[in-house]
Nanobody, 114 residues
Framework: QVRLVESGGGLVQAGGSLTLSCAASGRIFGLNAMGWYRQAPGDQRELVAHITSGGTTSYADSVKGRFTISRANTKNTLQMNNLKPEDTAVYYC??????????WGQGTQVTVSS
């Protein structure tokens, strides 16, 4: 069983910063990429940031230049700066094992007030 534990969500004013963290544990042999997705009410879940086991990163256009994902083995961190109200969503940690199997955290709420 794979377990992803997230932390770091909360309420912040526009222009502020938050840091999300995710730790993977359990049967994580074959862990490949990790990343963060988000889902706002009424919207589909979307990719925010992604980092491979080799450290290659990718970002949604809407967060480029503001968010930074980093990784240390089975943990990853999403640094979110200059937050905007449209960043408000539930953020989910994602891990990919053996290139095809996706696992999800329980989600953490990020709310940005204007």
């Amino acid at each position: 069983q794979v377990r992803l534990v997230e932390s770091g969500g909360g309420l912040v004013q526009a222009g502020g910063s938050l840091t999300l963290s995710c730790a993977a544990s359990g049967r994580i042999f074959g862990l490949n990429a990790m990343g963060w997705y988000r889902q706002a009410p009424g919207d589909q879940r979307e990719l925010v940031a992604h980092i491979t086991s080799g450290g290659t990163t990718s970002y949604a256009d809407s967060v480029k230049g503001r968010f930074t994902i980093s990784r240390a083995n089975t943990k990853n961190t999403l640094q979110m700066n200059n937050l905007k109200p449209e960043d408000t969503a539930v953020y989910y940690c994602n891990a990919v094992l053996n290139q095809f199997n996706h696992y999800w955290g329980q989600g953490t709420q990020v709310t940005v007030s204007s």
